[in-house]
């Protein structure tokens, strides 16, 4: 069974319509700031998808496109949107130059703007279990499974990748939610040996067709989190064709994780406005 992210995205995207239309009629635009750097193929995708579908709803998306030189340059521009009443939301879109290291930039950027949820505030809330802003792509996993009916707790969950984005917050996330949950990575020897074990694999490693059919188990639930580019069409980590008729739900790529994603980053900017409009 294919996990599809469109059913997922358009129920959460209807739960902010009468929101978001009580802001319009209030005179606030919910308006989101994505800062860019770089134009590869799934950077320009996601950005286009977000402003297709923010602008669908009544929101403001828009680009602040930096030639990025240093880690310093990136916090000039998170203070900026920062002390901008204008901006609800801010975006830091990624890949960036070597040259900059986001993780050193976020403290700089309000937690209350921060929908991606990866300022130190709010990844201690995550941290202790009281989920406020959490990074979109590990909770559009999280409202896969639910809305799918997916068990979690007691489950065995394994996740390749540990990046802040993804791997390490839903690793709490998943704790959260009473999963036991292994964590795989480039240093992780005979990675198939674990994943082989996974009631729930999570993959996030960026590698095309990475995880192949001796690596799963039959039965399991796959959630395929990589966009790469080959031979100029989008791909999964999963090898899909493989694994599919192995395991019991897959997340097709695309169409799987990342029309979720979109869904959760504009939920979050809608919470970001309510804060702002209580304050």
């Known amino acids: 069974m294919d996990l599809l992210g469109k059913p997922v995205a358009d ?7 009468p929101k978001i239309k ?29 402003k297709k579908k923010f602008e669908k709803y009544g929101c403001e998306c828009y680009a602040i496109t930096k030639e990025l030189q240093n880690t310093y340059d990136l916090k000039e521009e998170l203070r900026r949107c920062s002390e901008d009443d204008s901006i609800h939301g801010v975006l830091v879109q990624r890949p960036l130059p070597k040259t900059v290291n986001v993780v050193d930039t976020l403290g700089v950027l309000s937690p ?6 990866l300022t130190p505030y709010n990844l201690a ?26 068990e979690m707790e007691s489950r065995r969950v394994v996740i390749l ?28 020897e005979d990675i198939s040996s674990i994943t082989k074990e996974a ?11 990475f995880v192949k059919d001796y690596m799963v ?17 989008l791909v999964g980590d999963v090898d899909y064709e493989e694994v599919k008729d192995i395991v019991s739900m897959i997340t097709p790529v695309p169409g799987g994780v990342g029309p ?11 919470k970001a406005v309510e804060m702002n409009i209580h304050d």
């Open 125 to 150: 809330k995550l941290f202790t279990n009281k989920e406020f802003f959490t990074p979109c792509t590990a909770e559009a996993v999280i409202e896969l499974l639910e809305y799918y009916g997916v």
């Open 11 to 17: 129920a959460i995207f209807e739960k902010q319509k």
């Open 22 to 50: 009580e802001m319009l009629a209030g005179g606030v635009v919910p308006k989101i700031a994505v800062i860019r750097t770089m134009n590869d193929e799934p950077s320009v995708r996601y950005f286009n998808s977000i």
């Open 112 to 117: 209350q703007k921060d929908i991606e949820g």
């Open 161 to 188: 990748g540990r990046s802040i984005s993804v791997g390490k917050p839903l690793t709490l996330m998943f704790l959260n939610r009473n999963a036991t949950v292994t964590v795989c990575h480039s240093r992780t």
């Open 260 to 270: 979720v994603t979109v869904a959760v980053l504009l939920k979050n900017l809608v």
């Open 217 to 233: 188990k039959k039965g399991s639930v796959i959630i395929d989190v990589g966009m790469n580019s080959k031979n100029g069409k």
């Open 199 to 209: 009631d729930i694999l999570v993959s996030s490693v960026g590698v095309a067709r």
